[in-house]
Nanobody, 123 residues
Framework: QVQLVESGGGLVQAGGSLTLSCAASGRFFSNYMMAWFRQVPGKAREWTAAISWSGGRTSYADSVKGRFTISRDNAKNTVTLQMNSLKPEDTAVYYC????????????????WGQGTQVTVSS
């Protein structure tokens, strides 16, 4: 079992940057594919980015491609989302998610979720 705790959210002006971190507890972190999702009140949760077990493969939603970068450190059990050139429409609660040994990339479903961290981008 994995527990996920996000941090790094906050308020930033449009054009600015934020770095979100997700700390995972539990064993065999390197066996999990990791992803970031985001959700705005009243809307469905939106997949944002995913990273493979080793970090060698990444995938991004079109809305964040070229601005966001997902990375992981398996020695520290962490996954990071570097967000640059932020826009007001990036405002959301951001969630970290983990999927154990998916055969597809990015995974179609996830096993564990964090509690979320709020990101607010002002115009």
């Amino acid at each position: 079992q994995v527990q996920l705790v996000e941090s790094g959210g906050g308020l930033v002006q449009a054009g600015g940057s934020l770095t979100l971190s997700c700390a995972a507890s539990g064993r065999f972190f390197s066996n999990y594919m990791m992803a970031w999702f985001r959700q705005v009140p009243g809307k469905a949760r939106e997949w944002t980015a995913a990273i493979s077990w080793s970090g060698g493969r990444t995938s991004y939603a079109d809305s964040v491609k070229g601005r966001f970068t997902i990375s992981r450190d398996n020695a520290k059990n962490t996954v990071t989302l570097q967000m640059n050139s932020l826009k007001p429409e990036d405002t959301a609660v951001y969630y970290c998610a983990a999927r154990y040994r998916s055969e597809s990339f990015p995974p179609k479903s996830y096993d564990y979720w964090g509690q979320g961290t709020q990101v607010t981008v002002s115009s």
